[in-house]
């Protein structure tokens, strides 16, 4: 048995913790061991049943699927997780009806598709949850990653934003089987 908890703890500490501040809805914390970092949330706050284009944070446990960077902006991450180049032509589609919702796509795009490759830096590092994508469920919500805040740390649509060293600092101490729990 006390294997069993001692498999727990390291879960816990490979695990980073996104939680929403008191008396803000888009502001939060996340935590990784004694490690912390100010973040900011989507602007519908943090719920239970996302829905595709309600501005909210999902909440739940969902893996680290990979980082993704800017590399004309931000030298090659240090992370135990994979880790590709963004390209100019990289999307991500967000059409609820198309075969490729909520996975990435070769801009141009027939449908929907946001734009990766961003020229306001938000990009510059991301962090691909996996959140709603085994299996994947219409309009369920789609992009939802970890990535540098606005200038203004205004809300995201959904996402976890960090500042870019904040958030490069976080990706060094990910590994493959880590997780982001979110929680109101």
């Known amino acids: 048995?006390?294997?069993?908890?001692d498999v727990s703890i390291i879960h816990e500490q490979r695990?980073?913790?996104a939680a929403r501040m008191p008396q803000s809805a888009?502001?939060?914390r996340v935590r990784l061991g004694p490690r912390g970092w100010?973040?900011?949330l989507g602007e519908g706050a943090i719920v239970a049943l996302k829905r595709e284009g309600d501005g909210a944070t999902p909440a739940g446990k969902f893996g680290f699927r990979r980082v993704l960077y800017r590399?004309?902006?931000v030298i090659h991450p240090r992370t135990g997780l994979p880790v590709s180049a963004i390209k100019s032509d990289d999307g991500w589609c967000?059409?609820?009806n198309d075969r490729n919702y909520n996975r990435p796509v070769a801009l141009p795009y027939g449908a929907s598709a946001e734009k990766m490759w961003r020229q306001d830096g938000l990009y510059d590092v991301v962090v691909v949850l996996g959140y709603n994508d085994r299996p994947r469920v219409r309009w369920r919500g789609s992009a939802v990653?970890?990535?540098v805040w606005s200038p203004d740390r205004g809300p995201t649509a959904g996402c976890v934003a960090l500042a870019r060293h904040d958030l490069l600092e976080l990706v060094a101490h990910l590994a493959p089987g880590a997780a982001l729990v979110?929680?109101?």
């Open 1 to 5: 048995m006390a294997r069993r908890h």
């Open 15 to 17: 695990d980073a913790v």
């Open 26 to 28: 888009s502001r939060g």
């Open 38 to 40: 100010p973040c900011v």
């Open 71 to 73: 590399a004309d902006r």
């Open 94 to 96: 967000d059409a609820p």
């Open 145 to 147: 990653f970890m990535h």
């Open 182 to 184: 979110i929680r109101p």
